[in-house]
């Protein structure tokens, strides 16, 4: 069983917003780095964005910046993506998962989270 389950995938029309939640049922969030990725029909999975342990920082690929939010709730164990304006060019399963924190972090590889949730399918229509 993953210990990480994402919902709030939907299908949507162009310019709506949604919100993704991840919820940790491992007991592994509080220390470690979440991010999410998305993985568009038949291409690869890529990096959308990530977040610290404490939510001191946040990152974010270009296509997600002034469009997209990450946020974390240690207490409720949940890592949300606020997804806002959303583009066709969105559709795709999203993926949150979770690496610890260290010092040195490499984020925007899926290689170096351990833990993946099954994902969540998110449609955009035009």
């Known amino acids: 069983q993953e210990p990480l389950v994402e919902s709030g995938g939907s299908l949507v029309q162009a310019g709506d917003s949604l919100r993704l939640s991840c919820v940790d049922s491992?007991?592994?969030?509080?220390?470690?780095?979440v991010g999410w990725f998305r993985q568009p029909p038949g291409k690869e999975r890529e990096f959308v964005a990530a977040?610290?342990?404490?939510?001191?920082?946040?990152y974010y690929e270009d296509f997600a910046k002034g469009r997209f939010t990450i946020s974390r709730d240690n207490a409720k164990s949940t890592v949300w993506l606020q997804m806002d304006n959303l583009k066709p060019e969105d559709t795709a399963v999203y993926f949150c998962?979770?690496?610890?924190?260290?010092?040195?972090?490499?984020?925007?590889?899926?290689?170096?989270?351990?833990?993946w949730g099954q994902g969540t399918q998110v449609t955009v229509s035009s």
């Open positions: 998962a979770a690496q610890p924190q260290r010092e040195l972090i490499v984020i925007e590889s899926p290689t170096a989270y351990d833990y």
């Open positions: 491992g007991g592994i969030f509080s220390t470690y780095v």
């Open positions: 977040i610290t342990w404490n939510g001191g920082r946040t």
